[in-house]
């Protein structure tokens, strides 16, 4: 039986649920507004879109991404005309893409433009739709933003409090106060993102600039609140970050989110996060219940697995965690069982060692190797331990290693 060909190309959007009737329409409508906009025709490329969503053979979301795709493609220059033309002719069509789209692209060139017309567009169609009132929420706390830079500029005057980079998340917006005179204000971006909120619960595209708003308002409770409820039904990274933002603590003090900030992010940086976090859990390591112990060498193996390979930190803590615990301990054993194996040929591999020169993370790796029990008579590792290294490596081997009386 010879094997079936398909008889269309297939195409990043192509979706094999659907029929394949409407995926030969989508085609032949893609290639003809690719013909029309090549000829400059784009009437007629505006006329064909409004005739084929209106028939209601071809749903305008299904061709709506590729379609534009092609008019950036074909006529960049154009899109702005395009998307003016074709707006009226598809403004009851849900999801209302080409008003949206429009939009986007007066916000670089054209904002306050574009903030007109998308306070039209929530007035009017898109009044019960989420994305729009999100928009307009976050476009007017920027246009707030750059009119109160344009007024300090022109009048000399210093930037205000302005919120910075915290260790977490930019908290970027001018805190609210008397007098700051812009038409644009943080009450009424607030009001559009609790709109946007209250219809779509599940989207959280717009909740950072929510927090972003809550904050400049003085309402850093309120901000804080709105995020831990979302992360504890969400249990997104990103929301957990701007939570842990906004906590008085020291990074290093909020144990309960930093475990499972470093466990879900095990490319969080090393020098901020891992490093600081995991050098206070092993300061007070024999004051840590079993379970917390057992925790804290998870992230420090699933950051080796995970992490950027280049970073030492992690080699360091595992050596101190085992020689503090011991080999035979039931943490290492649950968590080191089953990786020795095949971390004897991927981390502790005789070409990892032979002739390398004994930096601080092969020396680190080499003193986990010795203490796992991961080498064998003759390994180059050995060699780079008893041989030449500077005082302060020579001092963490000495107290690290682990010798066969004490195995047990």
Known sequence: MSRRIRPYPVLPWDDRRVNPHLRDIRLKVLSDIDAFIRRGEYGKASALLHTITCSGSLPIRHIWQPLIAVVRQQAPHALGAFLDMIIPETRTQAPFSAALERIFTLLPTAPDRAH????????????????????????????????????????????????????????????????????????????????????????????????????????????????????????????????????????????????EFLERDPYASESAYFGPFVGRQLAQLADL?????????????????????????????????????????????????????????????????????????????AVCAQQLDCLEPGHPAYRMLSGKLSDRQADFVDTHIILPAEET
């Open 289 to 365: 219940p079993d379970e917390l112990t057992t925790r804290v060498l998870l992230v420090v193996v699933d950051r080796i697995e995970r992490g950027a390979p280049e970073e030492t930190d992690k080699w360091r803590a595992l050596a101190t965690l085992v020689r503090r615990l011991g080999p035979a301990h039931p943490a290492v054993r649950s968590t080191m069982e089953l990786r020795v194996p095949w971390w004897r040929t991927m981390y502790f591999a005789w070409s990892v060692f032979d002739c390398a020169e004994a930096t601080d993370r092969l020396v680190y790796m």
């Open 116 to 259: 007109a017309m998308l306070l039209a567009f929530t007035t009017d169609t898109g009044a019960n739709l989420s994305m729009a009132h999100g928009m307009l929420g976050v476009v007017t706390a920027c246009l707030r933003e750059l009119e109160l830079h344009r007024i300090r500029t022109r009048r000399s005057i210093a930037e205000p409090r302005v919120f910075g980079t915290s260790e977490f998340a930019q908290f970027v917006l001018s805190r609210s106060e008397p007098g700051q005179g812009s038409k644009y204000g943080l009450g009424r971006a607030l009001r559009h993102l609790e709109r946007a909120a209250a219809l779509d619960s599940e989207c959280d595209f717009f909740v950072p600039f929510h927090a972003q708003v809550l904050v400049a308002l003085d309402r850093q409770d309120a901000a804080r609140d709105m995020l831990v409820r979302r992360y504890q039904r969400d249990n997104s990274v990103h929301v957990l970050r701007m939570v842990m933002a906004l906590d008085p603590r020291p990074p290093e003090e909020q144990t309960d989110y930093m475990f």
